[in-house]
T-cell receptor, first 112, second 113 residues
Framework: KAGVTQTPRYLIKTRGQQVTLSCSPI?????VSWYQQTPGQGLQFLFE???????NKGNFPGRFSGRQFSNSRSEMNVSTLELGDSALYLC???????????FGPGTRLTVL | SQQGEEDPQALSIQEGENATMNCSYK?????LQWYRQNSGRGLVHLIL?????REKHSGRLRVTLDTSKKSSSLLITASRAADTASYFC?????????????FGTGTLLAVQP
């Protein structure tokens, strides 16, 4: 089975812009979770989508949003980018049969 | 905010030696997982231990869990240069969402050849 894929791998944006990141889960996995990793705050949970519905949400401002499509692919969007949004954004997928999350390689976002 | 604190923050050992990393967490958990991350890339799941388990093995990995002390340890035996990476513990709090992992601060392991 192909692993979790994320596109793009690298992104450079300027403050005030918005960005959309994409995640394709492992075939058959219906849950997709997103995490932000920064040197200062570490790995933090953003949100989880399951069957096109947001099932869980972390403590991030409303500028961070996401959605999931009927094929389980997920996108996350960050509007009005701030310097502090520079981070590695990781998505993970999982199935109902396991508690294990499988992570993609991440998208490294740099905000200038 | 992070649930877990890991100790040490960084560890340097020689190939063939054992490496031990510790994780402490704050609230009661459903399970605890260990992940490896190579140089700012994706996370690789290593092992999951449930709250009713005390020890688990997988290849060269041994994980222990002490729920009374709210702590876990990861032992990597006979380390190799390829084990060089950051290691994170992650917990699912009791009653929490299965896929909402709360990560520790991580241990950076360097294995010198």
């Amino acid at each position: 089975k192909a692993g979790v894929t994320q596109t793009p791998r690298y992104l450079i944006k300027t403050r005030g812009q918005q960005v959309t990141l994409s995640c394709s889960p492992i075939s058959g996995h219906r849950s997709v979770s997103w995490y932000q990793q920064t040197p200062g705050q570490g790995l933090q949970f953003l949100f989880e989508y399951f069957s096109e519905t947001q099932r869980n949400k972390g403590n991030f401002p409303g500028r961070f949003s996401g959605r999931q499509f009927s094929n389980s692919r997920s996108e996350m969007n960050v509007s009005t980018l701030e310097l502090g949004d520079s981070a590695l954004y990781l998505c993970a997928s999982s199935s109902l049969l396991t508690d294990t999350q499988y992570f993609g390689p991440g998208t490294r976002l740099t905000v200038l | 905010s992070q649930q877990g604190e890991e100790d040490p923050q960084a560890l340097s050992i020689q190939e063939g030696e054992n490496a031990t990393m510790n994780c402490s967490y704050k609230t009661s958990i459903n399970n605890l997982q260990w992940y490896r991350q190579n140089s700012g890339r994706g996370l690789v799941h290593l092992i999951l231990i449930r709250s009713n388990e005390r020890e688990k093995h997988s290849g060269r990995l041994r994980v222990t869990l002490d729920t009374s002390k709210k702590s876990s340890s990861l032992l990597i035996t006979a380390s190799r240069a390829a084990d060089t990476a950051s290691y994170f513990c992650a917990t699912v709090p009791n009653g929490g969402a299965t896929n909402k992992l709360i990560f520790g601060t991580g241990t950076l392991l360097a294995v010198q050849p």
